[in-house]
Protein backbone atom coordinates (compact mmCIF):
# COMPACT_ATOMS: atom_id res chain seq x y z
CA UNK A 1 0.00 0.00 0.00
CA UNK A 2 1.13 3.48 -0.34
CA UNK A 3 2.76 5.53 2.43
CA UNK A 4 2.08 8.79 3.63
CA UNK A 5 3.22 11.78 1.63
CA UNK A 6 4.37 15.00 1.87
CA UNK A 7 4.95 17.88 -0.36
CA UNK A 8 7.33 19.99 -0.72
CA UNK A 9 10.42 17.75 0.80
CA UNK A 10 12.13 21.09 1.24
CA UNK A 11 11.37 25.03 1.96
CA UNK A 12 13.39 27.46 2.39
CA UNK A 13 12.03 31.07 3.66
CA UNK A 14 12.83 34.04 5.33
CA UNK A 15 11.50 35.00 8.33
CA UNK A 16 7.89 36.76 8.45
CA UNK A 17 6.74 35.04 5.53
CA UNK A 18 4.11 32.14 5.05
CA UNK A 19 4.54 28.42 3.99
CA UNK A 20 2.13 25.77 4.07
CA UNK A 21 3.08 21.60 3.88
CA UNK A 22 0.21 19.36 2.25
CA UNK A 23 -0.17 16.06 3.85
CA UNK A 24 -1.62 12.60 1.70
CA UNK A 25 -1.99 9.81 4.64
CA UNK A 26 -2.64 6.47 3.67
CA UNK A 27 -5.92 5.52 2.44
CA UNK A 28 -9.06 4.74 4.72
CA UNK A 29 -6.66 5.54 7.69
CA UNK A 30 -9.42 8.43 9.88
CA UNK A 31 -6.59 9.98 12.09
CA UNK A 32 -4.20 12.21 11.35
CA UNK A 33 -1.02 13.69 12.74
CA UNK A 34 1.36 16.78 12.79
CA UNK A 35 4.75 16.69 14.70
CA UNK A 36 7.20 19.24 14.60
CA UNK A 37 10.64 17.84 15.22
CA UNK A 38 13.52 20.35 15.50
CA UNK A 39 17.21 19.50 15.30
CA UNK A 40 18.47 17.25 17.78
CA UNK A 41 14.91 16.54 19.82
CA UNK A 42 12.01 14.28 19.26
CA UNK A 43 9.34 14.90 16.93
CA UNK A 44 6.52 16.90 19.25
CA UNK A 45 2.84 16.39 18.43
CA UNK A 46 1.29 19.88 16.95
CA UNK A 47 -2.27 18.41 16.25
CA UNK A 48 -4.31 15.32 15.41
CA UNK A 49 -7.48 15.11 13.63
CA UNK A 50 -9.99 12.37 13.41
CA UNK A 51 -11.47 12.85 10.20
CA UNK A 52 -12.10 16.33 9.67
CA UNK A 53 -12.55 17.22 13.75
CA UNK A 54 -9.34 18.06 15.39
CA UNK A 55 -9.01 15.86 18.19
CA UNK A 56 -5.94 17.54 20.03
CA UNK A 57 -4.28 20.79 19.31
CA UNK A 58 -3.15 21.84 22.32
CA UNK A 59 0.94 22.20 21.54
CA UNK A 60 0.13 24.28 18.33
CA UNK A 61 1.23 28.19 18.27
CA UNK A 62 -2.19 29.16 17.17
CA UNK A 63 -0.98 32.42 16.70
CA UNK A 64 0.68 31.80 13.56
CA UNK A 65 0.12 28.02 12.87
CA UNK A 66 -3.39 26.66 11.48
CA UNK A 67 -3.91 23.34 9.81
CA UNK A 68 -7.19 21.81 8.50
CA UNK A 69 -8.15 18.56 7.11
CA UNK A 70 -11.77 19.80 5.33
CA UNK A 71 -12.65 16.62 3.43
CA UNK A 72 -11.47 14.38 6.15
CA UNK A 73 -8.59 12.95 3.52
CA UNK A 74 -5.43 15.55 2.84
CA UNK A 75 -4.35 17.93 5.08
CA UNK A 76 -2.85 21.70 4.80
CA UNK A 77 -0.41 22.96 7.60
CA UNK A 78 0.40 26.48 7.18
CA UNK A 79 3.22 29.25 9.21
CA UNK A 80 2.15 32.63 9.00
CA UNK A 81 4.06 34.47 9.73
CA UNK A 82 7.35 31.84 10.12
CA UNK A 83 9.99 33.01 12.38
CA UNK A 84 13.70 31.73 12.54
CA UNK A 85 12.44 29.31 15.58
CA UNK A 86 10.05 27.30 13.36
CA UNK A 87 13.06 26.08 11.35
CA UNK A 88 12.81 22.13 11.74
CA UNK A 89 11.52 19.47 9.91
CA UNK A 90 6.98 19.00 9.66
CA UNK A 91 5.97 15.29 9.63
CA UNK A 92 2.91 13.76 8.90
CA UNK A 93 1.25 10.44 10.54
CA UNK A 94 -1.77 8.71 9.91
CA UNK A 95 -3.35 5.94 11.60
CA UNK A 96 -6.85 3.66 11.06
CA UNK A 97 -8.19 5.59 14.53
CA UNK A 98 -7.48 7.74 17.16
CA UNK A 99 -7.66 5.22 19.90
CA UNK A 100 -4.60 4.62 22.37
CA UNK A 101 -2.05 2.22 20.35
CA UNK A 102 -2.61 2.50 16.78
CA UNK A 103 -0.05 2.53 14.65
CA UNK A 104 1.39 5.72 13.06
CA UNK A 105 2.26 5.53 9.88
CA UNK A 106 4.86 8.41 9.29
CA UNK A 107 6.18 10.35 5.89
CA UNK A 108 8.96 11.70 4.99
CA UNK A 109 8.59 15.36 6.43
CA UNK A 110 9.44 18.55 4.95
CA UNK A 111 12.11 20.19 5.95
CA UNK A 112 12.44 24.07 6.82
CA UNK A 113 14.65 26.64 7.12
CA UNK A 114 13.55 29.72 7.65
CA UNK A 115 16.55 33.24 7.01
CA UNK B 1 4.45 15.00 33.71
CA UNK B 2 4.79 12.57 30.87
CA UNK B 3 8.13 12.14 29.53
CA UNK B 4 10.74 10.31 27.48
CA UNK B 5 14.14 10.33 28.80
CA UNK B 6 17.02 8.36 25.96
CA UNK B 7 20.42 9.11 28.21
CA UNK B 8 22.71 8.76 25.20
CA UNK B 9 23.02 11.22 22.56
CA UNK B 10 25.30 9.35 20.51
CA UNK B 11 26.55 6.09 20.86
CA UNK B 12 29.16 4.56 18.41
CA UNK B 13 30.36 0.71 17.62
CA UNK B 14 31.54 -1.40 15.64
CA UNK B 15 29.93 -3.33 13.34
CA UNK B 16 29.26 -7.00 14.62
CA UNK B 17 29.21 -5.51 18.09
CA UNK B 18 26.02 -5.77 20.25
CA UNK B 19 23.89 -2.35 20.85
CA UNK B 20 22.07 -1.39 23.73
CA UNK B 21 20.23 1.62 23.60
CA UNK B 22 17.90 2.92 26.38
CA UNK B 23 15.08 4.08 26.97
CA UNK B 24 13.20 5.48 30.56
CA UNK B 25 9.74 7.42 31.39
CA UNK B 26 7.54 8.93 33.47
CA UNK B 27 3.54 8.39 32.52
CA UNK B 28 0.79 8.41 35.08
CA UNK B 29 -0.04 4.38 34.43
CA UNK B 30 2.07 1.93 32.36
CA UNK B 31 1.42 3.57 28.16
CA UNK B 32 2.07 2.20 25.32
CA UNK B 33 5.94 1.64 24.35
CA UNK B 34 7.42 1.75 20.94
CA UNK B 35 11.25 2.69 19.30
CA UNK B 36 11.06 4.07 16.05
CA UNK B 37 14.17 4.36 13.05
CA UNK B 38 15.05 7.31 11.21
CA UNK B 39 17.32 7.15 8.16
CA UNK B 40 18.76 10.49 7.58
CA UNK B 41 16.12 12.16 4.95
CA UNK B 42 13.19 9.81 5.55
CA UNK B 43 10.42 9.73 8.28
CA UNK B 44 10.31 7.36 11.27
CA UNK B 45 10.14 3.64 10.63
CA UNK B 46 8.30 1.56 13.72
CA UNK B 47 10.64 -1.29 14.83
CA UNK B 48 9.04 -2.70 17.28
CA UNK B 49 6.16 -1.79 20.19
CA UNK B 50 4.94 -2.90 23.53
CA UNK B 51 1.21 -3.19 24.20
CA UNK B 52 1.11 -5.86 27.03
CA UNK B 53 2.21 -9.79 28.41
CA UNK B 54 5.42 -11.03 27.13
CA UNK B 55 8.28 -8.05 28.56
CA UNK B 56 10.77 -8.85 25.69
CA UNK B 57 9.34 -8.26 22.40
CA UNK B 58 10.86 -8.58 18.93
CA UNK B 59 10.52 -6.66 16.22
CA UNK B 60 12.20 -5.90 12.70
CA UNK B 61 15.65 -6.02 11.31
CA UNK B 62 16.85 -8.41 14.16
CA UNK B 63 16.25 -5.56 17.18
CA UNK B 64 14.49 -6.47 20.63
CA UNK B 65 13.36 -5.25 23.28
CA UNK B 66 12.49 -5.67 27.14
CA UNK B 67 10.22 -3.65 29.45
CA UNK B 68 10.91 -3.36 32.97
CA UNK B 69 8.13 -1.58 34.88
CA UNK B 70 10.10 -1.79 37.98
CA UNK B 71 12.42 0.53 36.38
CA UNK B 72 10.04 2.25 34.18
CA UNK B 73 12.68 1.37 31.29
CA UNK B 74 12.72 -0.20 27.42
CA UNK B 75 15.94 -0.61 26.27
CA UNK B 76 16.43 -1.58 22.20
CA UNK B 77 19.33 -4.09 21.97
CA UNK B 78 20.55 -6.10 19.11
CA UNK B 79 23.07 -8.77 19.22
CA UNK B 80 25.31 -7.84 16.31
CA UNK B 81 24.91 -4.43 14.50
CA UNK B 82 24.95 -4.02 11.12
CA UNK B 83 26.71 -0.80 9.12
CA UNK B 84 23.00 -0.33 7.76
CA UNK B 85 21.99 0.29 11.18
CA UNK B 86 23.07 3.65 11.08
CA UNK B 87 20.31 5.98 11.88
CA UNK B 88 18.63 8.04 14.44
CA UNK B 89 16.42 5.88 17.03
CA UNK B 90 13.43 7.23 19.15
CA UNK B 91 11.84 5.75 22.19
CA UNK B 92 7.77 6.81 22.39
CA UNK B 93 4.81 6.14 24.79
CA UNK B 94 1.87 6.35 24.30
CA UNK B 95 -1.62 5.94 25.88
CA UNK B 96 -3.83 3.22 26.62
CA UNK B 97 -6.87 4.50 26.76
CA UNK B 98 -8.78 7.77 26.14
CA UNK B 99 -10.09 9.00 22.54
CA UNK B 100 -6.85 10.20 21.44
CA UNK B 101 -3.20 8.77 20.65
CA UNK B 102 -0.85 11.31 21.50
CA UNK B 103 2.62 9.81 20.89
CA UNK B 104 5.58 11.49 23.33
CA UNK B 105 9.04 10.66 22.05
CA UNK B 106 12.59 11.13 23.68
CA UNK B 107 15.09 12.98 21.85
CA UNK B 108 16.76 10.31 19.72
CA UNK B 109 19.82 8.70 20.05
CA UNK B 110 21.86 8.73 17.02
CA UNK B 111 24.10 5.25 16.31
CA UNK B 112 27.24 5.62 13.95
CA UNK B 113 28.38 1.70 13.09
CA UNK B 114 32.47 1.76 12.68
CA UNK B 115 33.50 -1.02 10.14
Do not use: M
Not at chain 2, 31 to 47: D, E, K, M, R
Amino acid sequence: EAGVAQSPRYKIIEKRQSVAFWCNPISGHATLYWYQQILGQGPKLLIQFQNNGVVDDSQLPKDRFSAERLKGVDSTLKIQPAKLEDSAVYLCASSLGVAGGQFQFFGPGTRLTVL
Amino acid sequence: AQSVTQPDIHITVSEGASLELRCNYSYGATPYLFWYVQSPGQGLQLLLKYFSGDTLVQGIKGFEAEFKRSQSSFNLRKPSVHWSDAAEYFCAVGPTSGGYNKLIFGAGTRLAVHP
